[in-house]
């Protein structure tokens, strides 16, 4: 029963690794390949997990050439009809007064839940927590440039430097494929902005086995991805890091100033 179920929790974490990484919503071949499921468990499972109400089947035709969706992300596709532009002349006088409480609130709400995709989220939306951290605690002029392929994912000027992160989500441990990336991002943003090599710092940041629980996760890092970060004398932290470090000013017990520190200096590499 326990094999099954660890089965059925890989199935279901592929198929939202998939369209989180890829953009795309993922046929039964792609999830067999992602979940790494052997080819004759995958049908069997996916319906299962259908049955269960976790996933939906949004396409078939004859053969394998069936795709699947997470049942929220399907709910939510479900409420998304567009209103006609004569329904404002039909809206109740109360509505608004709830509207503007509603705003306020769920103002408040998406900034909590920008913070807590730290901790799972990958690929543009985990830069995008990342960027509103650090504009959070009080960066300046913290630019998102992960939507172009030929960029790094953020940067920011401080103290006479410009800062350049790179930012992974993986469900495993952060590599050194992804640090040599980051050196070659360094090498690029003197090349083209005409700097000297002590003007750039590069930062790794990893949302490593990013399906656990944080308190269960392993070591961020491979003794390679170590080694490169040494070879390019670049930082790193865990967006776990960064996530405390948030979670304690918005409660009041750490100051932006203190956070900013924190964030400038990194985690040790040991």
Known sequence: MAQSSNEHEKVLQAVEQYIAEKH??????QIKETAGVNKGKISKICCQLESAGKIKQVFSSQGPAKVYLPVPMFEQLLTLQSKPSWISSYEFKEKQALLDKVRKNHKQICEFEKFEQLL???DTPLEEAVAY?????GFKDVKH????PNKHDIEHPIQRKVR?????????LGDKEEVNQLGGWITKKIADDNLKSEQVEGVFIVNHCRFENPKKRKAPLTPH???????HQCKFFTTIFLFDLIKKVVEGELTKEKAQKSILEGMKIE
Do not use: N, R, W
């Open 24 to 29: 795309l919503l993922p046929s039964i071949q």
């Open 120 to 122: 799972y989220a990958t």
């Open 133 to 137: 951290a650090f504009s959070f605690v």
């Open 145 to 148: 440039l992960g939507k172009d």
């Open 164 to 172: 350049i992160y790179e930012i992974k989500g993986k469900t495993g």
């Open 225 to 231: 991805a170590k080694e490169f970060l040494k070879h």
